[in-house]
């Protein structure tokens, strides 16, 4: 099978999502509702992108019933699933508390169970056997115990070998090794930018002059997110600033993913990469406006898309 897309989720979540009104210290806090979604980054790109028409395949590591709860809601979607099963072992499920009255919300996730060396040996099998057979490789999330922080850095490399483009959203150690094989495009969110360049930069520009450092490597797009204030991307020939719309947000858990999802669609239907990041600005925008972790309106991101504002930084 060939797909377009291959996504890799090194520790595979099932969302739970918990809706409360308050959440008062030392009370019975009683909750009004609970959804379920797939979650885990690479794995909630994939969901995205199959919401989007997209043809793709999922890999990682995962085990036990909750395993097989994520992999039946990836295929109900659409996903094709082809991941590294573990005997013995329990998928982990991260939790998100939305408090209604106060319109804050809370994210808590397990680290996950620890994988051994002849797992993480399948998984790399697994990914050179996929990258044989897609255009982009998505490498995104935190990682389990039991994998070495050059775990990125090595996938990488066995996807540049094969001569598919790489994209790598990670934070801390994993995200600074991986940055050393070159993916194609990297997306840290503003606090995982800081970390890899040892300084916390908050000044717009001098994260743009930054980022562009980081291109020598051959990284050829790094998009810096900033939560509710946009994203910076920069490439070697352009930069943009782009602002999102205002919104009323409910749950911002998943915003990155979806963004994510979005711009590689565009990148990948041969759009520019304007064009893409302001699209995956609207529908992570719509995103925001959702209980749930790895859902979006594509309608209304047509008309946010109007609301939205880009500046070309030079
Ligand atoms: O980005 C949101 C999300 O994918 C949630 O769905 C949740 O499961 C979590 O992130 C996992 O993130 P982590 O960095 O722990 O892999």
């Known amino acids: 099978m060939m797909a377009l897309i291959c996504t890799v989720t090194?520790?595979?979540?099932?969302?739970?999502?918990?809706?409360?009104?308050?959440?008062?210290?030392?009370?019975?806090?009683?909750l009004s509702n609970i959804e379920t979604d797939v979650g885990g980054k690479g794995t909630h790109v994939s969901a995205v992108?199959?919401?989007?028409?997209?043809?793709?395949?999922?890999?990682?590591?995962?085990?036990?019933?909750?395993?097989?709860?994520?992999?039946r809601l990836l295929m109900d979607r659409g996903v094709a699933c082809d991941f590294v099963w573990k005997q013995d072992y329990e998928t982990r499920t991260s939790y998100i508390v939305i408090e209604f009255r106060y319109h804050r919300h809370f994210?808590?996730?397990?680290?996950?169970?620890e994988v051994d060396g002849e797992t993480v040996d399948r998984l790399k099998a697994k990914v050179k056997e996929l990258s044989h057979k897609c255009e982009y490789i998505v490498f995104s999330g935190g990682v389990c115990p039991g994998f070495d922080k050059s775990i990125y850095r090595e996938l990488i490399e066995?996807?540049?070998?094969?001569?598919?483009k790489s994209v790598l959203d990670a934070s801390g150690e994993f995200l600074k090794e991986g940055i050393k094989s070159g993916p194609y495009m990297i997306k840290p969110n503003h606090d995982e930018f800081s970390q890899i360049m040892g300084k916390n930069m908050q000044d717009e520009r001098e994260i743009a002059a930054h980022a562009k450092q980081l291109l020598g490597s051959g990284i050829r797009v790094v998009a810096v997110t900033?939560?509710?204030?946009?994203?910076?991307?920069?490439?070697?020939?352009?930069?943009?600033?782009?602002?999102?719309?205002?919104?009323?947000?409910?749950?911002?858990?998943?915003?990155?993913d979806v963004f994510l999802a979005a711009a590689l669609k565009k990148i990948a239907d041969k759009n520019s990469l304007d064009e893409s990041f302001i699209f995956a600005t609207a529908l992570s925008a719509t995103k925001a406006m959702?209980?749930?972790?790895?859902?979006?309106?594509?309608?209304?991101?047509?008309?946010?898309?109007k609301k939205i504002k880009i500046e070309e930084w030079t």
């Open 10 to 30: 090194l520790n595979p979540a099932l969302d739970k999502i918990l809706i409360v009104d308050e959440i008062r210290p030392g009370e019975n806090n009683r």
């Open 49 to 71: 992108l199959s919401d989007l028409g997209v043809d793709n395949v999922a890999t990682g590591i995962l085990g036990g019933s909750t395993g097989r709860k994520l992999q």
């Open 107 to 113: 994210m808590l996730t397990e680290k996950g169970a």
């Open 158 to 164: 066995i996807s540049n070998k094969n001569g598919v």
């Open 226 to 256: 900033l939560d509710r204030r946009g994203c910076i991307i920069v490439t070697k020939e352009q930069s943009w600033r782009i602002y999102p719309p205002d919104i009323h947000a409910v749950n911002t858990v998943g915003c990155g």
């Open 290 to 305: 959702q209980i749930k972790t790895s859902k979006f309106d594509l309608k209304k991101a047509q008309e946010l898309i």
